[in-house]
């Protein structure tokens, strides 16, 4: 990311002398140029996010046994290009999550990162359907807060992450 370019658009967020609308504008160019530096940085082969993907699930025989349509990268684990663009839509994800729960970004800063993640991943629940970026931003988990998974009515809850790895790190739907 261009340093100098993200300096002067922080000076448009923050100048209240700035119609909103310009401010609004220059918050969603500096989202734009975090999701660009992900971007530029790209995924490598032999990246560790890649390779835990290509790797074929252990148990994959006696899934197998169970049910004949078990084959698809789960079981076999991800070809080559699914896996870097996997990893590469979390990263551009993270990097998004990274803004919105960083109390130190202005809000409008923070509110264009909701706007992108409510744009550009759609969590497909009905709850969400409802959701605005100023919502979003409203109902962020604080750093001490827990989330559950799949797992956790066995183990327990898990503390939040941060940098944030997931949506779930950040908010609880």
């Known amino acids: 990311m261009d340093e100098q370019q993200a300096k002067q658009l922080r000076s448009v967020v923050?100048?209240?002398?700035?119609?909103?609308?310009?401010?609004?504008?220059?918050?969603?160019?500096?989202?734009g140029l975090h999701v660009e530096a992900v971007e530029a940085a790209g995924v490598s082969d032999d990246d560790p996010e890649v390779s835990a993907l290509r790797?074929?699930?252990?148990?994959?025989e006696l899934a197998s046994m169970f049910c004949k349509s078990l084959d698809g990268p789960p079981l076999k684990g991800a070809s080559l290009s699914d896996a870097k663009n996997t990893v590469f839509q979390r990263r551009k994800l993270r990097a998004?999550?990274?803004?919105?729960v960083d109390e130190k970004a202005h809000p409008l800063e923070r509110l264009a990162g909701c706007e992108r993640i409510l744009h550009d991943y759609p969590v497909g629940k009905w709850r969400?359907?409802?959701?605005?970026?100023?919502?979003?931003?409203?109902e962020i988990l604080p750093a001490d807060s827990v989330k559950w998974d799949s797992e956790s009515w066995?183990?327990?809850?898990?503390?939040?992450?941060r940098p944030?790895?997931?949506?779930?790190?950040?908010?609880?739907?």
């Open 14 to 31: 923050v100048d209240e002398g700035q119609s909103l609308q310009s401010r609004k504008a220059a918050a969603e160019h500096l989202i």
């Open 55 to 60: 790797t074929p699930w252990k148990d994959a």
């Open 96 to 100: 998004l999550l990274a803004v919105v």
């Open 128 to 138: 969400m359907n409802s959701y605005t970026a100023a919502r979003l931003l409203a």
């Open 154 to 161: 066995r183990r327990g809850p898990i503390q939040v992450q």
């Open 164 to 173: 944030p790895m997931e949506l779930k790190d950040v908010w609880s739907f």
